[in-house]
């Protein structure tokens, strides 16, 4: 914790932050007034506090620091951020964004089945379109149980039809589809980010 001596009388801030060694171990209570804490006071210490420093408030996304001072504010000393504009995130950081985004995944609803969570690494990519093509020759030959295996992201393993498999791949790929197209708009300036890319980008409210 930063200290600040403040002359009381005002109260006014006086000179750089830190407490000298020989008040180290003081509670706060007495450091806010020296006088009246201690007993007898050296006259140094005459009409002064050392009060805590308060950290800044928290930055908005849309600012950085550029500069930080001392000032009191509704009796106690904070530090306070000069800020300017932030620049826009760049097309790298929203692009780091969406392939983490699709590595995680999401959790998809298949009819007459249930949830299952599925990753979109680019492997997992090649498998479900391996699996896809497997389910449609499947269909094509009129089966309709569940012969078909689908390895989820949690390495559970779901035994589901060839139209529950061509319905789960067909979901995932939209999404992703999706995720991409938020990326692009994001990076081009398209409806809704006429603006640029938004400050906060990886806010789930902009992703499907």
């Known amino acids: 914790m930063d200290y600040q001596r ?58 950085v620091p550029v500069g930080r001072d001392r000032e009191i504010i509704g009796g106690v000393v904070q530090w306070v951020d000069d800020l300017a504009d932030a620049p826009h995130p760049s097309g790298e950081e929203i692009n780091a964004e969406r392939d983490r985004r699709i590595a995680v995944g999401k959790t998809f609803a298949v009819a007459e089945y249930g949830d299952i969570p599925l990753q979109g690494r680019l492997q997992d990519q090649i498998n479900l379109q391996a699996r896809l093509l497997a389910a449609q020759g499947a269909k094509a030959l009129g089966v309709s149980g569940p012969v078909l295996i689908i390895r989820d992201a949690q390495n559970v393993n779901h035994m589901l039809t060839p139209d529950q498999v061509i319905e789960l791949v067909t979901m995932g790929t939209a999404w992703i589809e999706a995720t991409m197209k938020v990326s692009w708009d994001m990076k ?16 789930d409210a902009y992703w499907p």
């Not at 002359?7 to 000179?15: F, M, N, Q, V």
């Not at 050296?42 to 009060?51: F, L, M, R, S």
């Not at 081009?188 to 806010?203: L, S």
């Open 6 to 63: 403040i002359i009381l009388s005002g109260p006014t801030i006086d000179g750089e932050p830190g407490l000298p060694d020989a008040l180290v171990g003081l509670a706060d209570e007495s450091l806010v007034d020296l006088e009246a804490a201690l007993d007898p006071c050296p006259v140094e210490y005459v009409g002064v506090g050392y009060w805590p420093i308060l950290p800044a408030e928290p930055l908005p996304p849309n600012k």
């Open 188 to 203: 081009d300036g398209v409806a809704p980010f006429e603006q640029g890319p938004p400050y906060d980008f990886a806010d």
